[in-house]
C-alpha cells in the first residue's frame, strides 16, 4: 500500500460533530494501520476558543466512541501519541482580514513538522461557506502548487439545484483546479459500492448479460428505519430528492450503468459516470405525476410504540409539503440500456434500514416449468447489497424434489463477513486516504454533480408549480405510498421488499 506525501489536513468547522464522530476517528483508524506519513497533522480550525489539549482532549472521546481501532492493550499509549500530532487555531473564518494569522500559524507549524508545504483543506462547515473559504485561501496564496500540493475537499450538498450548483462550480474554479477540488460522497467510500464494478466487470457470467438483451430491469433501494428527529428544520429545505436522489441513488444507478473504463483510474472511471448521467432521458414536467411518487410519513404504531407523523416533527411546518419518500421511473437512453426501465426510491420511516441495488433478469422465453409459478416468480435476480448485511445474493429456479418438474426460487449467497480477518474500512477512512494519495476516483467530479440536477430539476420544477402534484401519505413503518407499485411495468410485478437479513429471506424476515 502506498503511504502519502508529508503534509497536514486542516479541517474547518473542526469543533462541529462531523470532526468529532467521523474525521478525526478516521484518520486514527489510518494512523493505527500505519497508512499515514511519518510528517503529518491536523489543525483544526472554528470559532470556537479552544486550546490544542482541550480539541485534543475532545477528540479523544471521538476516537474511543466512533473509531473501528479501538480496542487492544497498546490503546492508549497509541491514542497518546496520535493525540500530539492535532492542533487547533481559532479565528473567524467568514473574516477575510483574519486569514492573515491563520496563514502564519500553518506555515510556521508546516516548517516545524515538515510536511513539505502539502495541505488538504476540508470544508467540514455549512454550505453556506462553500464559497467564502476557499476564494479566502486563494487570495492568502494558500491554492498555490508550485512548492507541493493543495487540496479541497468539499461535504454534500453540491447545491440546492442545478443554477446552484452551477454557481458553487464558477466559484470554486475560479480559485481551486477541477484536479484540487474533492467533492465527497461517503456512500462512494463504502466497500460494496466499488465491488460493483468488479462484480460487473471481472467476472463473464455477468458481464455478457448486463444489457438491454437479459436484463428487463434496475430497482435501487435506500430506506431508513428513522425519522427525522430533531433535523426537522434542516430537512425542510432539503427532503429526499435532494438529500438522497441527486447524490447517492444517481450515483448508484451510474455504477450499474456505466460502460467498462479503458483503465481504473480517476478520469477513465469518472468519464464513465458522467456518460451516464448525460444520458438520463429527460422527465418532462407534464410527466412528472406519472413517473415520479413522493411521499410523506404520517403518524403510525410501529412494534407498539406510537410514531409521530413527519408533520408533527420539530422544525417542520404543520403543512408541509416537503418529500420523505420518493420513487422514480427513469431509463437511459444509450445502447446498452436502451428500453429498459430503472426505478429509484428512497425514504424515511419504512420498515428496516437497507440499501440494495436489484437487477431482474428477463424470464427464459420458453416456460417449460411455468405451470404453477407466475413470471415475477421465474425471474432471477441479483441484489447487490450495499448495507447491512452486506454481500451477494443471486435467485435462480432449481427442482421441488419429488416427482414432476416442479420448479421453485433458490438462493444462494456470498456475504463479506464470510472473509475471515478482512478489515473493511469505514467510508471515510478509505475517501480520506484516497484523498491523501491524490486518487480522486471515489470523489463527484464537477460535469457529473451538474448532469444530476439537471436530471433533477424538471421534477422540482413540476412540484413547485403544479399544487395538484399529490404528497402521499404513508403510516410511518410501512413500504411507502401503495400507489409506488404502479410505478414498475407489468401487471403482477412489484417492488422487491427487502429484510435486513440478506440471505433467507424466503424463510423469515428481520425488520
Known amino acids: 500500500m502506498k503511504t502519502p506525501k508529508n503534509h497536514i489536513l486542516v479541517i474547518f468547522g473542526a469543533s462541529g460533530d462531523l470532526t468529532y464522530r467521523k474525521l478525526v476517528p478516521a484518520?486514527?483508524?489510518?494512523?493505527?494501520?500505519?497508512?499515514l506519513p511519518k510528517n503529518f497533522a491536523v489543525l483544526g480550525l472554528g470559532r470556537t476558543e479552544l486550546s490544542d489539549n482541550q480539541f485534543r482532549r475532545k477528540m479523544e472521546e471521538g476516537i474511543e466512541k466512533f473509531a473501528l481501532n479501538n480496542t487492544g492493550s497498546a490503546l492508549k499509549s497509541k491514542i497518546d501519541t496520535f493525540l500530539q500530532k492535532l492542533?487547533?487555531?481559532?479565528?473567524?473564518?467568514?473574516?477575510?482580514?483574519?486569514?492573515?494569522?491563520?496563514k502564519d500559524k500553518l506555515l510556521a507549524l508546516d516548517k516545524e513538522l515538515g510536511t513539505e508545504n502539502n495541505f488538504?483543506?476540508?470544508?467540514?462547515?455549512?454550505?453556506?461557506?462553500?464559497?467564502?473559504?476557499?476564494?479566502?485561501?486563494?487570495?492568502?496564496?494558500?491554492?498555490?502548487?508550485?512548492?507541493?500540493?493543495?487540496?479541497?475537499?468539499?461535504?454534500?450538498?453540491?447545491?440546492?439545484?442545478?443554477?446552484?450548483?452551477?454557481?458553487?462550480?464558477?466559484?470554486?474554479?475560479r480559485n481551486f483546479r477541477e484536479r484540487q477540488i474533492y467533492r465527497i460522497d461517503h456512500y462512494l467510500g463504502k466497500e460494496t459500492v466499488q465491488n460493483l464494478l468488479v462484480t460487473r466487470f471481472s467476472n463473464t457470467i455477468y458481464e455478457p448479460l448486463w444489457n438491454r438483451n437479459y436484463v428487463s430491469r434496475v430497482e435501487i433501494t435506500s430506506a431508513e428505519s428513522i425519522g427525522v428527529g430533531s433535523r426537522g428544520g434542516y430537512y425542510e429545505g432539503s427532503g429526499a430528492l435532494r438529500d438522497m436522489v441527486q447524490n447517492h441513488l444517481l450515483l448508484l444507478a451510474s455504477l450499474v450503468a456505466m460502460e467498462p473504463p479503458a483503465l481504473i483510474d480517476s478520469n477513465s472511471i469518472r468519464n464513465e459516470i458522467v456518460k451516464?448521467?448525460?444520458?438520463?432521458?429527460?422527465?418532462?414536467?407534464?410527466?412528472?405525476?406519472?413517473?415520479?411518487?413522493?411521499?410523506?410519513y404520517i403518524n403510525s404504531t410501529v412494534k407498539g410504540k406510537k410514531v409521530k407523523g413527519y408533520r408533527q416533527e420539530e422544525g417542520v411546518d404543520p403543512e408541509s409539503r416537503t418529500e420523505t419518500y420518493v420513487a422514480i421511473k427513469f431509463f437511459i437512453d444509450n445502447m446498452?440500456?436502451?428500453?429498459?426501465?430503472?426505478?429509484?426510491?428512497?425514504?424515511?420511516?419504512?420498515?428496516?434500514?437497507?440499501?440494495?441495488v436489484v437487477i431482474h433478469f428477463k424470464p427464459t422465453p420458453h416456460h417449460l416449468f411455468s405451470s404453477h409459478a407466475t413470471i415475477a416468480q421465474q425471474q432471477n435476480q441479483l441484489v447487490i447489497r450495499i448495507q447491512p448485511d452486506e454481500?451477494?445474493?443471486?435467485?435462480?429456479?432449481?427442482?421441488?424434489?419429488?416427482?414432476?418438474?416442479?420448479?421453485?426460487?433458490?438462493?444462494?449467497?456470498?456475504?463479506?463477513?464470510?472473509?475471515?480477518?478482512?478489515?473493511?474500512p469505514s467510508a471515510y477512512e478509505?475517501?480520506?486516504?484516497?484523498?491523501?494519495?491524490?486518487?480522486?476516483?471515489?470523489?463527484?467530479?464537477?460535469?457529473?454533480?451538474?448532469?444530476?440536477?439537471?436530471?433533477?430539476?424538471?421534477?422540482?420544477?413540476?412540484?413547485?408549480?403544479?399544487?395538484?402534484?399529490?404528497v402521499h401519505g404513508y403510516p410511518a413503518g410501512t413500504w411507502g405510498p401503495d400507489v409506488a407499485d404502479e410505478l414498475i411495468e407489468g401487471s403482477d410485478l412489484t417492488w422487491r421488499y427487502p429484510c435486513k437479513n440478506l440471505a433467507n429471506d424466503d424463510k423469515y424476515c428481520e425488520l
Open 276 to 296: 451516464v448521467l448525460q444520458s438520463l432521458r429527460t422527465i418532462k414536467e407534464e410527466d412528472v405525476a406519472k413517473q415520479v411518487i413522493r411521499g410523506q
Open 27 to 35: 484518520v486514527y483508524d489510518l494512523y493505527d494501520k500505519n497508512m
Open 391 to 424: 454481500g451477494l445474493l443471486l435467485k435462480f429456479g432449481m427442482k421441488v424434489p419429488g416427482a414432476g418438474f416442479n420448479a421453485q426460487n433458490v438462493n444462494m449467497d456470498f456475504h463479506y463477513t464470510d472473509l475471515a480477518d478482512v478489515y473493511l
Open 336 to 356: 446498452r440500456w436502451g428500453g429498459v426501465p430503472f426505478y429509484i426510491r428512497t425514504g424515511k420511516m419504512l420498515p428496516t434500514r437497507v440499501t440494495e
Open 87 to 102: 492542533y487547533y487555531y481559532a479565528f473567524n473564518t467568514k473574516e477575510e482580514q483574519e486569514y492573515a494569522g491563520f
Open 120 to 173: 488538504i483543506f476540508y470544508l467540514a462547515t455549512p454550505p453556506s461557506m462553500y464559497t467564502t473559504i476557499p476564494c479566502h485561501l486563494a487570495r492568502q496564496g494558500l491554492n498555490n502548487e508550485d512548492e507541493g500540493y493543495s487540496r479541497l475537499v468539499v461535504e454534500k450538498p453540491f447545491g440546492y439545484d442545478l443554477e446552484s450548483a452551477q454557481q458553487l462550480n464558477e466559484s470554486l474554479f
Open 430 to 470: 478509505r475517501l480520506l486516504q484516497d484523498c491523501m494519495l491524490g486518487d480522486s476516483t471515489l470523489y463527484s467530479r464537477g460535469d457529473a454533480v451538474e448532469a444530476a440536477w439537471k436530471f433533477v430539476k424538471p421534477i422540482q420544477d413540476a412540484w413547485k408549480n403544479n399544487k395538484d402534484i399529490k
